[in-house]
């Protein structure tokens, strides 16, 4: 079991910085893939971004491919996306994410957080 508490989300100005936190409960960190996805209002919930368990390959969304980056900590049982030039297209909830593969379908993920707000003003 793994239990995800997602943090850094807030209110910032169109092209400013924001860097979300996912800290994760558990041993096993190291042993999953982990990622972000956002919904915005009334869209449906879409990945940002996903990294290999151990090794440090990322995968991005293109629309925020060359913006964002994630990454992770796993002697603090952390995972981070570092949000820049942000949009207000990028405003949606943030959640973070635990499974086994690499994936862009939330259903493959076994774990999620609770999200975190994110909104960005024109």
């Known amino acids: 079991q793994v239990q995800l508490g997602e943090s850094g989300g807030g209110l910032v100005q169109a092209g400013g910085s924001l860097r979300l936190s996912c800290a994760a409960s558990?041993?096993?960190?190291?042993?999953?893939?982990m990622g972000w996805f956002r919904q915005a209002p009334g869209k449906e919930r879409e990945f940002v971004a996903a990294?290999?368990?151990?090794?440090?390959?990322?995968y991005y969304a293109e629309s925020v491919k060359g913006r964002f980056t994630i990454s992770r900590d796993n002697a603090k049982n952390t995972v981070y996306l570092q949000m820049n030039s942000l949009k207000p297209e990028d405003t949606a909830v943030y959640y973070c994410?635990?499974?086994?593969?690499?994936?862009?379908?939330?259903?493959?993920?076994?774990?999620w957080g609770q999200g975190t707000q994110v909104t960005v003003s024109s």
């Open positions: 994410v635990a499974g086994p593969l690499i994936s862009s379908r939330w259903s493959m993920y076994d774990y």
């Open positions: 558990g041993r096993t960190f190291s042993s999953y893939v």
């Open positions: 990294i290999s368990k151990i090794d440090t390959n990322t």
